[in-house]
């Protein structure tokens, strides 16, 4: 190959790589085909849609609606709504979802036509929790490419045992069927088009083919007449659609500046990423732009026991304590960190961690200004 | 003429309905949030994601309950165990036939 033919190669990929334009909150994935783009489209219609108690919301919900939650930047982003759960652990360590009185989600809106019959407001809080969480809306941005992580490589960053002797226990949680888990924040929910489908209805109040009935309410049936939609209130195409929009959206691009790049050195350097491990790798997927992927998570879909500061509720085998290491991204558009906001920035966080985090929040904090800084200014690159 | 295989083939599936039937049991697989060994029932915590649902199932003793290969009494079942019960509809509600506990590593 001549000199000039290489040159014109190398000239040519650095067009090509200049041009590419940066993947924005919203977006849909790079490399989607012609019709997978369209089943977004239709998806995210479903998804800005508003419900109405003809239409199948409530009896009980937290919104009308998924982007009424998640809306900021974009479609699929944050909500400054927080919703309440409550779960009871029982002797034993067992913990109790408290299905028997509505489920752990305590909706915190409820139907004209509920509050007639029975003269609530919001679902009543189950009298034998024994924690009580609040949650933010996390965004959905590059959960596509979590949910094609195989188990296996999730099961490689386990170590409950600390056999390394690094203080860090990882260690996944299980579905109510076994099946391990990765979404929510506390990793109970194995797959994505199921955490869809359970929010419907936990959200909404809306039941579909693969959760058909409502929750009770503390216990006890709908009254008569209170839910005048039949049931399931959406059908498998729109399900399918929302889970095509859902899964398609993009991890948004991570474009570093120079302290940026300083940050995520220290990031490695002072422990962060043992458990916001910097990229996963998706295993086979149908959809080829999801398949064998490498990408930017930060996250290794492990619980780690966070101490008892943050502790609040249990969920399948995560304690009071234990928490799924968050995903780091969309955080250069965030407001509030944790899972339930209460840290208002991206350091406060980082104070916030307890237990298995101890040794790195420390070495964050011993850290110069100018490094903790430049730390920061990667964690708002994400 | 009616043919001699038509009531010979008639028989047959009736004879193999209960078996066609038995293959397509109800299959749940969730978490047992309670047991009562004495009247012979569980409640069983099925559902997706956040939307979690209890489904009640009778036993008999013609139930059979197994970990792996070892067979255990209804009463070796405790809160917060997996299992798979493999079920056949009543008007009483849902019989299991069988119930295989789910180890979890």
Known sequence: ?????????????????????????????????????????????????????????????????CSE???????????????????????????????GEGGPVIQQQVTPALKAALGIDVEPFPKDASGRATRTTPVLFGRGLLDAVPDSLILSYADPDDRNHDGIRGRPNRSVDGRIGRFGRKAFVPT???????????????????????????????????????????????????????????????????????????????????????????????????????????????????????????????????????????????????????????????????????????RFLRLPAGERAALVAFLRSL | MRHPAAPIALLLWLALLPARQQQHPYVYQGTIETTQPKAGSFALITGVGMALRLVSIQTTPATRVASGTTTLALKALKPGDVVRAECHSTPRGLIADRIQRIPLP
Request: glycine residues 12%; negative net charge; proline residues 7%.
């Open chain 1, 1 to 65: 190959m001549s000199a000039g033919r290489v040159v014109a190669g190398l000239l040519a990929l650095i067009a090509a790589t200049a041009c590419e334009k940066p993947v924005r909150s919203g977006d849909p994935l790079r490399g989607l085909s012609r019709e997978q783009l369209d089943r977004f489209q239709a998806g995210k219609a479903v998804f800005d849609s508003a419900f109405m108690p003809a239409t199948g919301l409530g009896p009980l919900f937290n919104s009308t609606g």
């Open chain 1, 69 to 99: 939650c998640h809306e900021d930047p974009a479609a699929g982003g944050r909500g400054d709504e927080v919703e309440v759960h409550a779960t009871a652990l029982r002797a034993g360590g067992v913990c109790d979802p408290l299905v």
């Open chain 1, 192 to 362: 994505l088009d199921e955490f869809n489908a359970g929010a419907f209805v936990a959200e909404m109040g809306v039941t579909n083919p693969a959760q058909p009935t409502e929750e009770t309410i503390g216990g006890q049936p709908i009254p008569a007449g209170v839910d005048p939609a039949p049931d399931p209130e959406i059908n498998q195409q729109m399900l399918d659609r929302t889970n095509d929009f859902v899964r398609f959206l993009a991890r948004p691009s991570v474009k570093l500046t120079r302290e940026g790049r300083e940050g995520r050195e220290l990031f490695g350097r002072i422990g962060c990423a043992t458990c916001h491990v910097p990229t996963l790798r998706t295993g086979a997927s149908p959809v080829a732009a999801v398949d064998h992927k490498t990408f930017e998570a930060y996250t290794d879909l492990l619980l780690h026991d966070m101490g008892p500061d943050l502790a609040d509720i249990c969920l399948g085998l995560a304690g009071p304590s234990d928490f799924r290491t968050e995903p780091l991204i969309g955080l250069d558009s965030a407001k509030h960190f944790l899972h339930d906001g209460r840290a208002d920035t991206p350091e406060r966080a980082i104070e916030l961690h307890g237990g298995e985090a101890v040794t790195a929040r420390d």
